[in-house]
């Protein structure tokens, strides 16, 4: 198991008193809140920052960990204490009174092995449960490829659902959904599986479960809301000249008029081939000028052709004061 | 549940298709039915409907909710102090789209 260096993660020194810890917690949360952050990591981030403040500002958890944390400098290896909460004693009881948000997150092993586990906790939040009650809507996450927005598609997806078992331990079990993904589904959309939460008591209905749509990085095609965006590469004679080209599209090659003397970064649209749906976004292709190598005789010969038929041409010549 | 068992669920676009009560609204964005409230007062959520027993949410007031209170409870901020953050950030978003308009 990797040890995580809190301090570290806050950027504060071991003899940081609890209010510099607080405030360096505070100034980073801002920076990093995966609701607020355009940081392309805010949210592994601020998991961790929320990690390590729910480590350090609780004095106790903060001394068990001081204490471990100096082991590990002493080049003793770190192991975690062999059960669940043992090894330190803590006020309350199980999950080591973790504050609300912390019991909602999903630590690390590391922080679970030292305090407790987190996941799974909140559902005993509720004050005194009646005897029939619909189960809990549950939410996650669902990574999709870009195409399967374009077609509509039939995909299984591991779901791991934290259960409470008799003795009140949480495990994690793993479950398998046939889910069909929606045509023109959308980046931060949600789907809604009914029934598929948790399951209700007293044989009330189950929860349903709701599914955040986060697409896969495409190495061509980038997503902006219901727009797609490329790049194409196109030769100096087509950008100059104008010229009918073959372009990739998610929905397959179509033929695209290149308008003559197209300059590096042209953006072309093509009207409602973004992701489809009632209003359908559009699909952005953005002309990169690509040159061919002067390496072989045959082009530099053509490039000096071209640089003695421009004696005076100064691509500079807008930047002169 | 067997852990093998592979069940076909079926699935709908909240933000296109579903419409919520104040009661689904508070299931499923797990908040307290005063959070909603607090919201609704902040003119954050816009639900048609006199009263809360008639309102009616639209598919995106999810999304809208579920961020607010994260943003309360991981920022510690009052769902005021929310409100006031999510507008700031849609404010952001119409600037990035279309900085004419603004």
Redesign the interface.
């Known amino acids: 198991m990797e040890f995580k260096d809190y301090y570290a993660t806050l950027g504060v020194a071991r003899t940081a008193t609890q209010d510099e810890v607080k405030r360096a917690y505070r100034k980073l949360a801002r920076k990093y809140h995966p609701d607020v952050s355009k940081e392309p990591d805010a949210e592994a981030r601020f998991k961790a920052l929320a990690e390590a403040h729910e480590a350090l500002i609780d004095s106790e958890r903060r001394a068990a960990y001081d204490h471990i944390a100096q082991r590990q400098a002493s080049g003793q290896p770190f192991e975690p204490p062999p059960g669940r909460d043992s090894g330190f004693e803590f006020r309350g009881t199980g999950d080591g009174g973790l504050s609300r948000g912390a019991q909602e997150a999903q630590f690390s092993d590391f922080f679970e092995s030292l305090f407790g586990r987190s996941s799974g906790r909140q559902r005993g939040r509720r004050d005194a449960s009646p005897s029939s009650m619909q189960g809990e809507d549950h939410h996650a996450k669902v990574r999709i490829d870009l195409l399967d927005s374009y077609r509509g598609a039939q995909r299984t997806i591991s779901m791991h659902l934290p259960v409470i078992d008799a003795a009140g331990h949480t495990a994690l079990q793993e479950r398998q959904l046939d889910v069909r993904i929606p045509k023109g589904v959308r980046q931060g959309q949600h789907l809604r599986l009914s029934g598929q939460g948790a399951v209700g008591q007293g044989g009330a209905k189950a929860g349903d479960l709701y599914l955040e749509i986060e697409f896969l990085p495409h190495p061509v095609f980038r997503v902006d809301g219901c727009d797609i965006t490329f790049d194409l590469p196109v030769s100096p004679w087509e950008a100059a000249l104008g010229a009918s080209i073959t372009a990739p599209t998610p929905q397959g090659p179509v033929q695209l008029s290149i308008p003559p003397d197209s300059s590096q970064g042209r953006k072309l649209r093509l009207k409602g081939r973004g992701l489809p749906g009632k209003e359908p976004g559009d699909l952005y292709a953005v002309l990169l000028i690509a040159l061919p190598p002067a390496a072989l005789q045959p082009t530099k010969d053509a490039y000096e052709a071209l640089a003695r038929a421009f004696p005076h041409y100064n691509p500079r010549n807008a930047m002169e004061a | 549940?067997n852990?093998?068992?592979?069940?076909?669920?079926?699935?709908?676009?909240?933000?296109?298709y579903?419409v919520f009560t104040f009661t689904d609204l508070c299931?499923?964005s797990?908040a307290h039915d005063t959070q909603v409230l607090a919201l609704v007062e902040e003119g954050l959520l816009e639900p048609t409907g006199s009263s809360p027993q008639d309102w009616q949410f639209s598919?995106p007031s999810?999304?809208r909710a579920?961020?607010a209170l994260?943003?309360a409870?991981?920022?510690?901020l009052s769902l005021h102090g929310a409100a006031i953050?999510m507008d700031l950030?849609d404010q952001i978003r119409g600037l990035q789209e279309d900085p004419s308009t603004q």
């Open positions: 549940m852990p093998s068992e592979l069940t076909t669920a079926h699935s709908l676009v909240v933000e296109e579903v299931r499923a797990g598919g999810l999304q579920r961020s994260r943003l409870r991981e920022l510690e953050v950030l």
